[in-house]
């Protein structure tokens, strides 16, 4: 059985046992179990229970304004609501939220950069390509996954390209390609962890097009 905070459904039963379950949580927890629980909502994709999802981080953030350990996770998933929802202007805004957080409270990541650029580029939203390039060269040099790296370095490719620097886009195709390539991680114990398994075909097809 899952977790009272990791319900995939949202009738009025379902409801009412989530809010009796956090009415007994520990008033240090009850923020992060509406995060999980939004969360878990959205990755429905069902529309009724994203409308259901946004209501919970609503009151995560009006009922605890000043937690910030759960507040940019909780931003990121109000992206993934507004991105199903096909309302890109919206998914980018909040985003943009939790990066700017981040850059206020680096000790809180999350994967904001990542949904962001992808977003950015695919939308062709030139306007951030500059603050693309920025936090992925930030983040993707320091990351251990050949799937986070696949997709950084295929996005700057696109955005070199877009400047007419074809040969700065080549280098990070020539990474992207690589990374994308790769039959491990590197790390001792988790060799298969984070490596390359479903190519972005949206992605290859951009970075192809230059």
């Known amino acids: ?51 259901a999802a946004e209501k919970l981080i609503d009151k995560l ?25 096909g309302n890109i202007d919206k998914a980018v805004y909040y985003y943009k939220q939790a990066l700017d957080f981040e850059l206020v409270y680096p000790q ?3 994967q904001a950069y990542s949904y962001f650029s992808e977003l950015v ?3 062709e939203k030139t306007e951030f390509y500059d603050f693309v390039e ?3 060269i930030k983040r993707v040099n320091s990351s251990l996954f050949p799937i986070e790296k696949y997709k950084g370095y295929s996005i700057l490719s696109i955005i070199y390209s877009h400047r007419k620097d074809f ?23 988790h060799k298969y962890l984070g ?14 097009k230059k």
């Open 1 to 51: 059985m899952a977790d009272w905070y990791r319900q995939k459904s949202w009738s009025k039963a379902d409801e009412e046992y989530f809010f009796a379950k956090l009415a007994r949580a520990r008033k240090d927890g009850r923020a992060q179990y509406l995060k999980i629980q939004a969360l878990e909502l959205t990755e429905t994709g069902i529309p009724q229970l994203l409308d």
């Open 134 to 136: 920025k936090i992925i």
């Open 195 to 208: 490596i390359v398994k479903d190519r972005d075909s949206w992605l290859d097809k951009l970075v192809r």
């Open 108 to 110: 809180v990541k999350t």
């Open 167 to 189: 040969e700065t886009a080549a280098y990070f195709e020539a990474l992207a390609e690589q990374n994308a390539s790769a039959e491990t991680s590197g790390l001792r114990y």
């Open 121 to 123: 580029v695919k939308t």
């Open 61 to 85: 953030f009006t009922e605890y304004p000043e937690d910030r350990f759960n507040r940019p996770d909780a931003l990121v998933t109000l992206g993934n609501i507004y991105k199903q929802r």
